[in-house]
């Protein structure tokens, strides 16, 4: 007898169908409504997802067939942390629309209790260039009177290197995509960072009054494209990881 699997997941609920000569067969793949929460406050794990793709449906992402975010995921939106559910494989992005059955990414990233992390999906549908990068956010506390920051070249023009600049200070050099710098620390203050690509002196995006806390670590991830001007351009954000 052939099976058919379907999977449905609700909040806090997951539901397994196998269907077989006219027979329909349920399976509870996880308790409703309780556990989960539980789990996910006892692991401690934050997580955060950043769709920019601009060409992927909105997403949402699973640990052990549980939903973790919220809101679905969608271009250019950063929705912040979420807690992780759960430990147990396997975790994936998928899209938000019902009619698409498989899974865009299975996740094979390793996660610890009690850290931070951020995953940026890139690249285009279309050409079949969709890539994560994955970053653990939890580190060192930098020194009183200073912040750490780090660049993450999200952007697939970005493929040559891109350089940062600190108040007119090069702070990061030919981070290529699609790789991520290490923290450093800088001086607490406000900063303009500007963003060129590698032996180049035009400036492809600037962020202005950027206030750099005592203690706080931060993310400037860069993303889209230089050739092209709709929500699909060039462009860049911060992330306050902590």
């Known amino acids: 007898m052939k099976l058919i699997f379907k999977y449905f997941s609700f909040k806090n609920c997951s539901i397994a169908l196998f269907t077989g000569a006219g027979l329909w067969l349920v399976s509870i793949i996880s308790s409703c409504g309780k556990g989960p ?48 559910p759960s430990l147990v494989s396997p975790s994936y992005l998928r899209s938000s629309d019902i009619r698409v059955d498989t899974p865009l990414l299975k996740l094979t990233d390793t996660l610890k209790r009690n850290v931070q992390y951020s995953l940026f999906i890139t690249g285009d549908v279309a050409n079949n260039s969709i890539k994560t990068i994955f970053t653990v956010d939890t580190a060192t506390l930098p020194k009183v009177g200073r912040g750490k920051i780090r660049f993450v070249d999200a952007s697939p023009s970005g493929s040559a290197g891109l350089d940062v600049y600190a108040n007119n200070t090069k702070a990061f050099s030919k981070i290529a995509y699609p790789k991520f710098s290490d923290f450093i620390e800088i001086p607490n203050g406000f900063y303009d960072f500007k963003i060129t690509a590698t032996g180049s002196s035009t400036v492809l995006k600037t962020i202005t009054n950027v206030q750099i806390q005592d203690g706080s670590l931060y993310t400037l991830y860069a993303y889209g494209y230089t050739n092209r001007a709709d929500s699909a351009a060039f462009n860049a954000a911060f992330i306050t990881n902590h």
Request: proline share 4%.
């Open 37 to 84: 929460q539980n789990e996910a406050i006892n692991l401690n794990i934050r997580y955060e997802v950043l769709n920019l793709s601009p060409d992927v449906f909105p997403l949402d992402i699973y640990f052990n067939y549980i939903k973790a975010n919220s809101g679905h995921l969608t271009f250019g939106v950063n929705q912040g942390y979420f807690n992780v």
